[in-house]
């Protein structure tokens, strides 16, 4: 069994700047690509970013050049780092990870969510 536990976000204003992370647990042999999502009300879940275990990254148009996915393999964690933050951003954010397990079962994980709101 593996978990993914999201910590970090939290109400901001417009223009400020939040780091969110994601801290992988359980039976891991390894972790491949890891990525963050999100989801509005009423809306689709969609990709943030995304990173590879040689540290590619990805992002789209809408978060490109504001946004920053890192990782620390050591400590199996994943970071985003939310700068220039827009009212568009408020969403919830969730961790994925595509994940080996020590029984070599491959599977894809998602955290629970934590919830980003930028507001004046």
């Known amino acids: 069994q593996v978990q993914l536990v999201e910590s970090g976000g939290g109400l901001v204003q417009p223009g400020g700047s939040l780091r969110l992370s994601c801290t992988a647990s359980g039976s891991i042999f390894k972790i491949a690509a890891m990525g963050w999502y999100r989801q509005a009300p009423g809306k689709q879940r969609e990709l943030v970013a995304t990173?590879?275990?040689?540290?590619?990254?990805n992002y789209p148009d809408s978060v490109n050049g504001r946004f920053t996915i890192s990782r620390d393999n050591a400590e199996n964690t994943v970071y985003l780092q939310m700068n220039s933050l827009k009212p568009e951003d408020t969403a919830v954010y969730y961790c994925?990870?595509?994940?080996?397990?020590?029984?070599?079962?491959?599977?894809?994980?998602w955290g629970r969510g934590t919830q980003v709101t930028v507001s004046s």
């Open positions: 990173i590879t275990n040689g540290g590619n990254t």
């Open positions: 994925n990870a595509d994940v080996v397990s020590r029984s070599f079962r491959p599977n894809n994980y």
